[in-house]
């Protein structure tokens, strides 16, 4: 599936800087890190409902990266001294409009997208959806898993999506 050129953030925000083990070597714009390639932190939320449906949302189109791609987790960058939760919970709240609590469920090396990073996937149930940014969330709506497989082969996702569905599902 091609995502097509992906534009960088005129907007930057320090990150910390890890490698391949996952360790803090030093803070850096995100912008930086993204240009040279450098490993850094991303932590996402995996949305589900009582009934074990998927939140998916389609990005706004005057986002920089990726704009107007569907994707199944709410996130972003994680920033200096926050954890993989604390980053998911607050882009979250950002993102939806909603606080939950979120748990940490895995983290894999995530060389899909704009640069190579650590993607710290989390999940939370949601009672409803918030009201989402619209400079963030052009739409929002629950699939069934079945659904969420079709889609995921026939709309326009973010690189990762596929790669954390696969792995939240094991």
Partial sequence: MSVGPARLSVVDELVER??????????VSRRQAVRENWLHRIGVTVC?????RYLVH???????RFPGHYELGIGGAVGVGESYEQAAARELAEELGISAPVRFRFKF??????S?????VCDAELPQTGT???GEVSW???????????????????????????????
């Fill in 18 to 27: 890890v490698d391949a083990a996952d360790r803090v070597l030093g803070v």
């Fill in 109 to 114: 090396l995530n060389r899909r997208g704009l």
């Fill in 116 to 120: 190579p990073h650590w993607l710290g």
């Fill in 48 to 52: 589900r409902d009582e009934h074990a």
């Fill in 140 to 170: 929002h709506g629950w699939l069934t898993e079945p659904e969420l497989r079709r889609a995921l082969g026939q709309w326009t996702f973010t690189p990762d999506s596929q790669e954390i569905f696969d792995r939240y599902r094991h």
């Fill in 58 to 64: 389609r990005r706004a189109d005057q986002l920089s």
């Fill in 132 to 134: 989402p940014d619209p």
